[in-house]
């Protein structure tokens, strides 16, 4: 079922400010070279050193997805109902804590860096500069000077079960994020709105569904479906992207939790450490 478009102004926009934010207004400025990380063209690796599943993931993903989805405990439609996960409220409840951390660690500090400067498998569909991630935790491992810039959102992320992956997800103007899926239907993925800008439109296609984000409410999705994003406006959308573990039955359990092992150590995973720590460690330096 295609849901569509709702009127500009209705509950789906709810903001709890009248005027956006400076913030949210402004493009974000490019600090990848700034910041003496190495730039997507030296990070990109030959194909020998991307993980299995990376690799030939499309050609594994759909056995694997319904191996998965064999042994769920929640619903496998592209978009699931938040009341199946009872911890999204204290996200919600707590939306405006979360947002003022946001701006103050990612977009007011130091531009967050791009996600293809990070995760340089991410680069066919982050354009550098368009989307940035502020990371918590990434495949389990935490990025502790990051906590400790945002207490609450850490607080509230922490108590989340089978947490996997939570950043700060920041969309510039005018981007669009071309269609891609996710590496395993063993993960779910969480948006909690915190900048959605109203002077045009900021969607999400999951599927053959649109959504829309709002301010201080969450959508759970599942990312294996096809999906894309476009911010058509002149704001800068910013989201708290939640990753978690699908419940799961087993064997299916004990599958993905090998599978996740395996993929949190491997050369995808520790390369993306290796830059974020250099990028927090250049932003640092400007600070001294």
């Excluded at 009127?7 to 700034?34: F, H, K, N």
């Excluded at 498998?121 to 906590?147: Q, T």
């Excluded at 607080?155 to 992956?165: C, D």
């Excluded at 150590?265 to 400007?286: D, H, P």
Aim: proline fraction near 6%; aromatic fraction near 10%; charged fraction near 25%.
């Amino acid at each position: 079922m295609k849901v569509e478009p709702s009127a500009r102004g209705s509950a789906m926009w709810r903001d709890a400010d009248e005027v956006e934010t400076a913030a949210a207004r402004e493009m974000i400025p490019d600090l990848t070279r700034m910041s003496g990380a190495a730039m997507p063209d030296a990070l990109l690796r030959a194909d020998g050193n991307r993980p299995f599943l990376i690799k030939y993931g499309k050609h594994l993903r759909g056995a694997f997805d319904r191996f998965i989805a064999r042994f769920s405990l929640a619903s496998n439609e592209p978009v699931l109902d938040v009341r199946d996960f009872a911890w999204t409220e204290a996200l919600r409840a707590n939306w405006q804590a979360i947002r003022a951390e946001a701006i103050a660690a990612a977009l007011e500090r130091h531009p967050a860096p791009s996600l293809s400067v990070i995760s340089p498998d991410h680069r066919a569909i982050a354009p550098p500069g368009k989307w940035r991630s502020y990371f918590l935790y990434g495949y389990g491992y935490l990025v502790r000077e990051n906590l400790d810039r945002c207490p609450e959102t850490t607080r509230l992320v922490e108590a989340i079960p089978g947490l996997n992956s939570a950043f700060f997800s920041i969309l510039a103007p005018g981007t669009h994020i071309p269609a891609h899926r996710g590496v395993t239907k063993g993960l779910i993925t969480c948006h909690l709105g915190l900048i959605v800008p109203r002077d045009g439109d900021v969607r999400m296609r999951v599927g053959d569904r649109i959504l829309r984000w709002a301010e201080g409410q969450t959508l759970v999705f599942d990312d294996t479906y096809d999906h894309e994003v476009w911010n058509d406006t002149s704001g800068t959308r910013v989201v708290l992207l939640i990753q978690f573990r699908r419940p799961l039955r087993q064997p299916g359990k004990w599958f993905v939790d090998r599978f996740l092992a395996w993929i949190r150590g491997s050369a995808f995973v520790q390369e993306a450490r290796v830059n974020l720590s250099r990028w927090n460690a250049a932003m640092q330096a400007l600070d001294d």
